[in-house]
T-cell receptor
Framework: QKEVEQDPGPLSVPEGAIVSLNCTYS??????FMWYRQYSRKGPELLMY????GNKEDGRFTAQVDKSSKYISLFIRDSQPSDSATYLC?????????????FGKGTLLTVNP | DGGITQSPKYLFRKEGQNVTLSCEQN?????MYWYRQDPGQGLRLIYY???????QKGDIAEGYSVSREKKESFPLTVTSAQKNPTAFYLC?????????????FGPGTRLTVL
């Protein structure tokens, strides 16, 4: 079982739709959870960052973490064509000397005008 | 204008050749990282460095080498021992090595072996 599982899609939605992106993980030691957005042929950029369980909202984006289910989500409201990109979830342990980000495979999202 | 630069953007290599990918940051970050991205594979850590003159292997270090002689520079050499080097290579940096320190990514170098 991979540490982080993410449905690669592709996911295609009409403009204005609510998008739900998800990742599951197997290691309960993960404490920091991130969502990155990556446009084609570019480096990833950090969208959302949460610690432990709960919700975090930033504009049209909401990140949710459910540690009991080992499940994280990113919601995009009022999706725009400019949101078309690959979305990567990433996770990190809280202690020790492990600085590694463990990434999901990414979900390719297309928002159609 | 602070950020991370990677060069070249595209790189072609013949089999059996070593190539070096450049990564420079002017963010005054202590920690730097190299990741490899393959289609459908996500990002995998090759090497990371917490401080100048120190670096550690990541999950897929075989066939790669790095150096960290200056704080702002972390070049990656892809050696002929790397069996499948064609990939998109991403450099990242963070202010420190704590889990809550954000990693900022460069624009990437696409390496193709001919």
């Amino acid at each position: 079982q991979k540490e982080v599982e993410q449905d690669p899609g592709p996911l295609s939605v009409p403009e204005g739709a609510i998008v739900s992106l998800n990742c599951t993980y197997s290691n309960s030691a993960f404490q920091y959870f991130m969502w990155y957005r990556q446009y084609s042929r570019k480096g990833p950029e950090l969208l959302m960052y949460t610690y432990s369980s709960g919700n975090k909202e930033d504009g049209r984006f909401t990140a949710q973490v459910d540690k009991s289910s080992k499940y994280i989500s990113l919601f995009i409201r009022d999706s725009q064509p400019s949101d078309s990109a690959t979305y990567l979830c990433a996770m990190r342990y809280s202690g020790g000397s492990n600085y590694k980000l463990t990434f999901g495979k990414g979900t390719l999202l297309t928002v159609n005008p | 204008d602070g950020g991370i630069t990677q060069s070249p953007k595209y790189l072609f290599r013949k089999e059996g050749q070593n190539v070096t990918l450049s990564c420079e940051q002017n963010l005054n970050h202590d920690a730097m990282y190299w990741y490899r991205q393959d289609p459908g594979q996500g990002l995998r850590l090759i090497y990371y460095s917490q401080i100048v003159n120190d670096f550690q292997k990541g999950d897929i270090a075989e066939g790669y080498s790095v150096s960290r002689e200056k704080k702002e520079s972390f070049p990656l050499t892809v050696t002929s021992a790397q069996k499948n080097p064609t990939a998109f290579y991403l450099c990242a940096s963070s202010i420190g090595d704590r889990p809550y320190n954000e990693q900022f990514f460069g624009p990437g170098t696409r390496l193709t072996v001919l």
